[in-house]
């Protein structure tokens, strides 16, 4: 595969830099240590990690593996990664978030191969990151192609449109359409089932756009230009059609909101219930 010069590498002196090398040290360490386990997975851990010279080119490798088919293969795909990643670096800054996220919100993982290697959330939310980048730079086939394979693959279709933050957990995955003039911020969780989504055959803005600290539960659905401010919890279940004030819970279908203290972050906290204390300490808004 050829590369080109890593624009990123030149910072050794960044902050970020510095974070995602000692996750790419940590990977390698975790890749080896699974290979010991389970010798069976030498030639997966080898190719996709162990081989690789940074972080970089192990995703690229293993998007390509994951996504590549009849349509595009594995190489075009690695390829197609590189140099969006050289041309933008800051989406190696979006993928280390996201690791960070998945490792401190999901106690079912607790390395960070686990969502580099097989959880589809992840790999949906790094393949967005590519088509997104393809798409304000006019290659929007290209970037439909990658949109089409990841919602094959992984179940969860993000149109590349839309507009994602740094460290976002989507958990299980399956199930998740988020629309193309959707705004998710940074630090926010998603879990599986979840739709965002527009109404009206008009352009413009028609999709939500959720602010930093969001938490979604499982299946809630929420439709139309509308806003969920930051640290909400939008309940399990829950159908969304109106904004949602900040720190505030929406629950039911249709949803009330729910004014009070809501978790001071609902994303990290990633509790989908609301108990009878809570209905009691706090003011409904119909």
Do not use: C
């Amino acid at each position: 595969m050829d590369r080109a010069p890593r624009l990123w590498r030149g910072e050794a002196t960044s902050g970020r830099s510095a974070a995602i090398d000692l996750h790419w040290h940590r990977l390698r360490g975790e890749a080896e240590a699974a290979m010991a386990r389970e010798p069976a997975l030498t030639s997966l851990m080898v190719s996709t990690i162990l081989d690789q010279p940074d972080l970089a080119t192990a995703l690229a490798t293993r998007l390509g593996q994951r996504l590549g088919g009849d349509e595009l293969s594995a190489e075009t795909i690695s390829r197609t990664v590189l140099r969006a990643i050289d041309a933008e670096p800051s989406i190696l800054e979006g993928v280390h978030a996201d690791l960070k996220a998945v490792v401190e919100r999901d106690p079912a993982s607790g390395r960070l191969i686990e969502p580099f290697l097989f959880f589809k959330g992840f790999s949906a939310i790094e393949t967005h990151r590519v088509a997104h980048h393809l798409w304000l730079a006019g290659r929007r086939d290209m970037a439909l192609v990658l949109q089409s394979r990841s919602s094959s693959v992984f179940q969860t279709d993000i149109h590349p449109g839309a507009l994602l933050g740094r460290g976002i957990f989507i958990d299980h995955a399956t199930g998740v359409v988020i629309g193309e003039t959707a705004e998710i911020e940074d630090e926010v969780s998603i879990l599986q089932d979840v739709t965002l989504g527009g109404t009206g055959t008009h352009t413009g803005k028609r999709h939500p756009t959720i602010r930093t600290g969001v938490m979604i539960g499982a299946g809630a659905q929420i439709f139309g230009p509308v806003e969920i401010g930051a640290y909400s919890k939008i309940a399990a279940g829950s159908l969304v059609t109106t904004s949602v004030p900040a720190h505030s819970t929406a629950v039911g279908t249709p949803a009330r909101i729910v004014l009070g203290d809501a978790p001071a972050n609902p994303a990290r906290n990633m509790d989908q219930m609301l108990t009878e204390r809570d209905y009691s300490a706090f003011t409904w808004v119909i």
